[in-house]
């Protein structure tokens, strides 16, 4: 069973930087791309970044594009979301999750019902 731990939010300052990671065991994590979502209270979780399994080819929304950094170190099992430059309205409670089918990567095109694992979320909150 797949099991997804984040770390790294807080509380920051509009203009500040956090890094989130997530720590995933349970299957082989080289296989599977990763993903970051945001939610905010009364709205379903976006997705704000995606990575490949081999981390060669990125997704960023248009939000966060030019700010926000995901990488993966496959050797420990982790995945990263570099956030700078943040603004309030980046205040969320971000997931991490991983693909339910492994060697594919879809980018844009993904939604939350293409990820079979998710962690129990980490507040980050932007102060202006």
């Known amino acids: 069973q797949v099991q997804l731990v984040e770390s790294g939010g807080g509380l920051v300052q509009a203009g500040g930087s956090l890094r989130l990671s997530c720590a995933a065991s349970g299957r082989t994590f080289s296989n599977y791309a990763m993903g970051w979502f945001q939610q905010v209270p009364g709205k379903e979780r976006e997705l704000v970044a995606a990575?490949?399994?081999?981390?060669?080819?990125?997704y960023y929304s248009d939000s966060v594009k030019g700010r926000f950094t995901i990488s993966r170190a496959n050797a420990k099992n982790t995945v990263y979301l570099q956030m700078n430059k943040l603004k309030p309205e980046d205040t969320a409670v971000y997931y991490c999750?991983?693909?339910?089918?492994?060697?594919?990567?879809?980018?844009?095109?993904?939604?939350?019902?293409?990820?079979?694992?998710w962690g129990q979320g980490t507040q980050v909150t932007v102060s202006s």
């Open positions: 999750a991983s693909d339910r089918i492994p060697f594919r990567m879809k980018g844009a095109a993904y939604t939350s019902t293409d990820f079979d694992a």
């Open positions: 990575i490949s399994r081999t981390g060669v080819t990125t």
